[in-house]
């Protein structure tokens, strides 16, 4: 091997491990508020990162890793269900993907736009981020995700969430280059801290703990129940990942929607939310914070993400670390979620902006309106397991209020009939 070879791939090591360095904080915060094990989702993002590359032949410089859409649907699920039956749900949301992967492969992308237009999706996504905000203020005052116990007193609680969340705000608006992008493990950073300055991290875990361990990995089981809470949810994410897919085509000049195709990069991202589920980890999505930072590095090399996924596999088998990211105490989360899950929200009304979504239209007053107050409040329509409620509920009513009120003509996606 010349020395420039060599040089080439020390800097694509390098820059892989730059890639996991950005999307870590999101990466293990989902699977932590949800009770899941962030070693086996440091694997399962890597895997599923791999399958990816492989499906769509190494062509999109993309890393997937745990999707916040699903952290809803997985606390209840999990709740009623288990975290096995969960799981199932999880392979079978990656089921999902694959079949919209195929009917675009059959259809083309105008496909996804016409069964999944704004006016759906949008109330879709800010019910996710406005369900979420109670659970987000309950951490940031050391309670448990839901109300139940006082985990930390309060008023330590809240010396140690606002902080975390001034720190994050400040990082997100201020930061300059690659600490721009990583608001998440700032805020994560000042807020334990500050747990450690109050006494209220316990180290046990990690005296306990071995430095190489075998992730705690979770066979599914399917159980109807815990699928129909996670399926429908899949829809959002669906979206989420063609803007992913459209961004980052964006950034390196190239058409990922025609080359490798978007049905493939569908089956990519299913696959790998399939795998997630088998393997005991959350639902992977397309990290936004890596798409900044291949347009900051102005590095598209797909290879940067195979060592971005290497180390992320890598990291899992090191036990002490997973039981530090254990130890992080609940105001930490807390403090940085009230900013993460409102974002989501922002993130489904500047949908209804961009789209130019006309709400004095009765029929897109009506799907919104519904959507927004079955999704945030709860409803919960259905007999025994065979029970649909909060988001997953408000995913299908829009679907179907869109499909059967009369005056919808489509909408037109200006960036998928560009890149069809």
């Excluded at 606390?75 to 009917?103: M, R, S």
């Excluded at 899992?316 to 929200?345: D, E, N, Q, R, T």
């Amino acid at each position: 091997m010349s020395q420039p070879m060599e040089e080439a791939l020390g800097r694509q090591v390098l820059a892989g491990a730059q890639m996991l360095f950005v999307a870590f904080g999101a990466l293990v915060l989902m699977p932590l508020i949800t009770g899941m094990d962030p070693n086996v989702a440091l694997f399962t993002a890597g895997i599923g990162t791999l399958l990816f590359q492989l499906v769509t032949k190494r062509q999109v410089p993309v890393f997937l890793a745990s999707s916040f859409a699903f952290i809803a649907p997985i606390i209840a699920a999990k709740g009623d269900f288990g975290l096995p039956a969960v799981l199932g749900g999880v392979v079978a949301a990656g089921i999902v993907y694959i079949v919209l992967g195929f009917a675009v492969r059959l259809k083309g992308p105008g496909f996804i736009d016409r069964l999944l237009p704004p006016v759906v999706i949008a109330p879709v996504i800010i019910s996710i981020g406005l369900a979420l905000s109670p659970v987000a203020v309950n951490m940031a005052m050391g309670k448990a995700g839901d109300g139940s116990a006082q985990l930390v007193p309060y008023e330590t609680a809240m010396l140690i969430s606002m902080p975390a969340l001034l720190t994050t705000l400040l990082v997100a608006v201020l930061g300059k280059g690659l600490f721009r992008l990583v608001p998440i493990l700032a805020g994560v950073a000042v807020g334990y801290g500050l747990s450690f300055a109050f006494g209220v991290v316990d180290t046990t875990g990690i005296a306990a703990a071995p430095w190489l361990a075998v992730p705690n990995f979770v066979a599914p089981e399917f159980h109807w129940g815990a699928i129909l809470f996670m399926v429908p949810v899949a829809l959002a994410p669906a979206i989420e990942h063609i803007g992913g897919v459209v961004a980052i085509g964006g950034v390196t000049g190239n058409n990922f929607i025609k080359k490798p195709g978007l049905h493939r990069t569908l089956l990519g991202d299913g696959l790998a939310t399939s795998a997630a589920g088998l393997f005991g980890g959350p639902p992977n999505t397309t990290y936004a914070e890596v798409t900044g930072a291949v347009m900051l590095t102005k590095n598209y090399n797909p290879k940067i993400m195979t060592w971005a996924a290497i180390f992320a596999i890598v990291l899992a088998f090191i036990g002490k670390f997973g039981a530090g990211l254990l130890s992080i105490p609940v105001p930490v989360m807390g403090g940085i979620l009230c900013l993460l899950f409102g974002s989501i929200a922002v993130v489904g009304l500047s949908t209804l902006i961009r789209h130019q979504v006309d709400l004095a239209e009765a029929r897109n007053l009506i799907i919104v309106s519904v959507t927004l107050v079955f999704g945030i409040g709860g409803m919960a329509i259905g007999y025994g397991e065979f029970t649909l409620s909060g988001i997953s509920l408000c995913a299908i009513i829009a679907l179907l209020l869109n499909l059967l009120l009369p005056g919808g003509e489509g909408w037109k996606n200006k960036q998928l009939e560009e890149n069809s």
